[in-house]
């Protein structure tokens, strides 16, 4: 006899139920193999353009044979936090050359980009502090406002002057957050405008660089170096591992005190296990292609350009982005879920990112190029783009 769902997940099931029917069910794709930009998936090879490994690093034959051989010499597993005893030569050896690379007295590593971002506003809020966010900020920086449970103010995206308003009206202590490169936006947030914001209010600027890193700059150190701003306090660099270095965590740079300080404080970074000392290690030789290997930055930008000119052509409403994320707005769910489904069928993976990730009216599909995509793959998905039997 079938016994009668218990009463708790029949409530569940009709909250998954409403989602399926306003086409807001989210689904997980299986990759059989590595990500890159032609993935298996249920046995079809699919062209895709939804990675973040905009440099074509994460299977990079000298990032895998670093992974393999620091297996060799660490094991796997960590074994235990930084502040006991998982903090390896590997994980210090990286933080020093994260800090070389984007200009900062020190770097520390933290699991995740979202851990990175919940620790740092935690650590550096005290009880009375107000956050000023952008209104299209990463939900890790949102959740980190929230789970510090100070006040949090909410500017319109990139307003700047609004921020300026609202730094103004506010007193004690103050952390700005935004992100330097809007995740499915891709546009970029005034960095100067900001760090003379936070230079005159005597606040923290936490700039969330997850989809700058490896991209922007001329050696590749995201936006700072795009802007030609210190990576100095009050300005605090989040950085994540798992985008274009390819392989996964995150740092944050800044001063000694701030390093410091978030080794005595920060929640996410003391109680959690360290990383793998072999991701560690991988990515240190990720990081040494970032730096040498301009040429993929290079390619990822005539990428950009190829396409933005493409679609425009075709009259479908881009996005002010000159960065990867190449947003195609399309308005309504249906419209962009039907657009990605029919990608989909002539064999090219585009995501659909629909309410609550970005506003209502506000759903597009989300394209994101890499260094690793020929010209031909560009062609290729213009040429099925300009047979969408959809309009904008
Ligand atoms: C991906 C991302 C994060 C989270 O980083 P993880 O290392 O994946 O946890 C944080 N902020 C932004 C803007 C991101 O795009």
């Given at each position: 006899?079938?016994?009668?769902?218990?009463?708790?997940?029949?409530?569940?099931?009709?909250d998954l139920a409403a989602r399926e029917r306003a086409q807001l069910l989210r689904?997980?794709?299986?990759?059989?193999?590595?990500?890159?930009?032609?993935?298996?998936?249920?046995?079809?090879?699919?062209?895709?353009?939804?990675?973040?490994?905009?440099?074509?690093l994460a299977n990079h034959p000298a990032v895998v044979a670093a992974f393999k051989?620091?297996?060799?010499?660490?094991?796997?597993?960590?074994?235990?936090?930084?502040?006991?005893?998982?903090?390896?030569?590997?994980?210090?050896?990286?933080?020093?050359?994260?800090?070389?690379?984007?200009?900062?007295?020190?770097?520390?590593?933290?699991?995740?980009?979202?851990?990175?971002?919940?620790?740092?506003?935690?650590?550096?809020?005290?009880?009375?502090?107000?956050?000023?966010?952008?209104?299209?900020?990463?939900?890790?920086?949102?959740?980190?406002?929230?789970?510090?449970?100070?006040?949090?103010?909410?500017?319109?995206?990139?307003?700047?002057?609004?921020?300026?308003?609202?730094?103004?009206?506010?007193?004690?202590?103050?952390?700005?957050?935004?992100?330097?490169?809007?995740?499915?936006?891709?546009?970029?947030?005034?960095?100067?405008?900001?760090?003379?914001?936070?230079?005159?209010?005597?606040?923290?600027?936490?700039?969330?660089?997850?989809?700058?890193?490896?991209?922007?700059?001329?050696?590749?150190?995201?936006?700072?170096?795009?802007?030609?701003?210190?990576?100095?306090?009050?300005?605090?660099?989040?950085?994540?591992?798992?985008?274009?270095?390819?392989?996964?965590?995150?740092?944050?740079?800044?001063?000694?005190?701030?390093?410091?300080?978030?080794?005595?404080?920060?929640?996410?970074?003391?109680?959690?296990?360290?990383?793998?000392?072999a991701v560690a290690q991988a990515t240190r030789a990720s990081l040494a292609l970032?730096?040498?290997?301009?040429?993929?930055?290079?390619?990822?930008?005539?990428?950009?350009?190829?396409?933005?000119?493409?679609?425009?052509?075709?009259?479908?409403?881009?996005?002010?982005?000159?960065?990867?994320?190449?947003?195609?707005?399309?308005?309504?769910?249906?419209?962009?879920?039907?657009?990605?489904?029919?990608?989909?069928?002539?064999?090219?993976?585009?995501?659909?990112?629909?309410?609550?990730?970005?506003?209502?009216?506000?759903?597009?599909?989300?394209?994101?190029?890499?260094?690793?995509?020929?010209?031909?793959?560009?062609?290729?998905?213009?040429?099925?783009?300009?047979?969408?039997?959809?309009?904008?």
């Open positions: 006899m079938k016994s009668s769902p218990h009463e708790l997940d029949s409530k569940l099931a009709a689904r997980r794709i299986q990759l059989d193999g590595p990500q890159a930009v032609e993935v298996v998936v249920d046995g079809a090879r699919l062209l895709s353009f939804c990675s973040n490994d905009y440099l074509g051989s620091a297996a060799d010499t660490y094991g796997v597993g960590a074994g235990a936090s930084h502040l006991v005893s998982g903090h390896s030569r590997a994980h210090h050896a990286l933080e020093e050359e994260l800090a070389d690379f984007v200009g900062a007295p020190r770097a520390l590593l933290f699991s995740t980009g979202y851990m990175a971002n919940l620790g740092v506003v935690a650590a550096l809020a005290p009880r009375g502090s107000v956050i000023f966010e952008d209104k299209l900020n990463h939900a890790s920086l949102l959740d980190a406002a929230r789970g510090a449970t100070r006040a949090v103010k909410r500017y319109a995206h990139c307003d700047s002057a609004r921020l300026a308003q609202l730094l103004a009206h506010n007193s004690g202590a103050k952390i700005i957050a935004s992100d330097g490169v809007f995740s499915m936006d891709g546009d970029l947030a005034p960095l100067p405008a900001l760090a003379a914001l936070a230079r005159a209010h005597a606040a923290w600027l936490l700039l969330d660089d997850a989809h700058g890193v490896g991209v922007l700059g001329a050696n590749g150190s995201g936006s700072f170096a795009h802007w030609g701003e210190p990576v100095a306090t009050p300005a605090i660099l989040m950085g994540t591992l798992g985008k274009a270095l390819g392989t996964f965590g995150a740092f944050v740079a800044g001063s000694h005190e701030l390093i410091e300080t978030l080794i005595q404080h920060a929640r996410t970074y003391i109680y959690t296990t360290a990383l793998p000392p970032v730096r040498t290997e301009s040429w993929r930055r290079e390619q990822l930008h005539a990428h950009i350009a190829q396409f933005r000119n493409g679609v425009a052509a075709l009259g479908l409403r881009l996005m002010d982005s000159a960065t990867p994320i190449q947003p195609i707005l399309f308005g309504s769910t249906e419209r962009a879920v039907a657009a990605s489904a029919f990608l989909r069928s002539a064999g090219i993976l585009v995501p659909a990112i629909r309410p609550p990730t970005v506003p209502q009216g506000g759903a597009r599909l989300r394209v994101t190029l890499c260094a690793s995509h020929t010209s031909a793959h560009i062609e290729r998905l213009l040429a099925t783009l300009a047979q969408l039997p959809i309009s904008p």
